[in-house]
């Protein structure tokens, strides 16, 4: 079972244009972290937020949590069209003190059209 | 080696055979995951190393999949009588700890049961 629900599915944006995605999620978290995989490729970390943090900022991506609201979003900024990916939220959840399970969300499909 | 390398990158497999893929995790790295992306889907957690210690095997669908990182570095995912559900990518990820950390991940191995 995923613990992350991404929102949209699917997004498709002009180049320069900002890119906005949602994630909810279910149980506590010690941090939720956002990977990006090109198509036919394996994920690459882009961002980690712990719990305690409500926004982080690394180069054009702007990461919110609201941990009230089991919430979190992505904002790119100026999209170019090599952000073209699919775009996943991860959770990783403590379990009996060890917080090792990282759990993905079902992604959304961002298109960058130039 | 530089990052995660898994091999064969691409596998077909006779519905029935037995088949085996290779993680080569990031030197060092002592926490090593293998994930399911089935098309359009998120990664589902299959199975979880703490250098040879399996400490986590939750995830795998069923006693037809087996893993194993005997020397706490490489590791196989094995895959008994292959049914055409098992067609899906094989994601391997690793990184340092367990503490908040972003995970490494390979190019992954598609699988396809015919």
């Known amino acids: 079972s995923q613990q992350g629900e991404e929102d949209p599915q699917a997004l498709s944006i002009q180049e320069g244009e900002n890119a906005t995605m949602n994630c909810s999620y279910k149980?506590?978290?010690?941090?939720l972290q956002w990977y990006r995989q090109n198509s036919g490729r394996g994920l690459v970390h882009l961002i980690l937020?712990?719990?305690?943090?409500r926004e982080k900022h690394s180069g054009r991506l702007r990461v919110t949590l609201d941990t009230s609201k089991k919430s979190s979003s992505l904002l790119i900024t100026a999209s170019r069209a090599a952000d073209t990916a699919s775009y996943f939220c991860?959770?990783?959840?403590?379990?009996?003190?060890?917080?090792?399970?990282?759990?993905f969300g079902k992604g959304t499909l961002l298109t960058v059209n130039p | 080696g530089a990052g995660v390398s898994q091999s064969p990158r691409y596998k077909v497999a006779k519905r029935g055979q037995d088949v085996a893929l290779r993680c080569d995790p990031i030197?060092?790295?002592?926490?090593l995951f293998w994930y399911q992306q089935a098309l359009g889907q998120g990664p589902e957690f299959l199975t979880y190393?703490?250098?040879?210690?399996?400490?986590?095997k939750s995830g795998l669908p069923s006693d037809r999949f087996f893993a194993e990182r005997p020397e706490g570095s490489v590791s196989t995912l094995k895959i008994q009588r292959t049914q055409q559900e098992d067609s899906a990518v094989y994601l391997c990820?690793?990184?340092?700890?367990?503490?908040?950390?972003?995970?490494?991940f390979g190019s992954g191995t598609q699988l396809s049961v015919l």
């Open positions: 990820a690793s990184r340092w700890t367990d503490s908040n950390e972003k995970l490494f």
């Open positions: 149980t506590s978290i010690n941090n």
């Open positions: 937020i712990r719990s305690n943090e």
């Open positions: 991860a959770t990783d959840v403590g379990l009996a003190g060890s917080n090792y399970k990282l759990t």
């Open positions: 030197s060092g790295h002592v926490s």
């Open positions: 190393f703490q250098n040879e210690a399996q400490l986590d």
